[in-house]
């Protein structure tokens, strides 16, 4: 299932030009060899993240979520997020 940013107006085929602009490890012969260690990394990275941390919006902050697409996409910065650690960190004695 593609998600619908990528699709054509008709949202009937993938647009190739919206598509390849978030490639992060390339197509192909020229495809990046360390692919499945990156996308592990990654994975374990972001669930460390959500682990640890709590990730909110400040109440009653609007936020402006229109992608914007370069090496990788991302968002405009948004200064409403609000980020807490879940859990007490133990001291040790």
Known sequence: MV?????????????????EKVLSFGLGKRRC?????????IFLFLTTLLQQLHFS??????????????????????EAFQIQQRFAMKSSP
Request: proline share 10%; net charge neutral; with cysteine.
């Open 3 to 19: 998600p619908e940013r990528f699709l054509t107006p008709t949202g009937t085929e993938v647009s190739r030009t919206e598509s």
């Open 33 to 41: 060899l360390g692919e499945v260690i990156g996308r592990w990394e």
């Open 57 to 78: 919006l400040r109440p009653g902050e609007p936020v402006d979520i229109t992608p914007q697409y370069g090496l990788t996409m991302k968002y405009k910065k948004c």
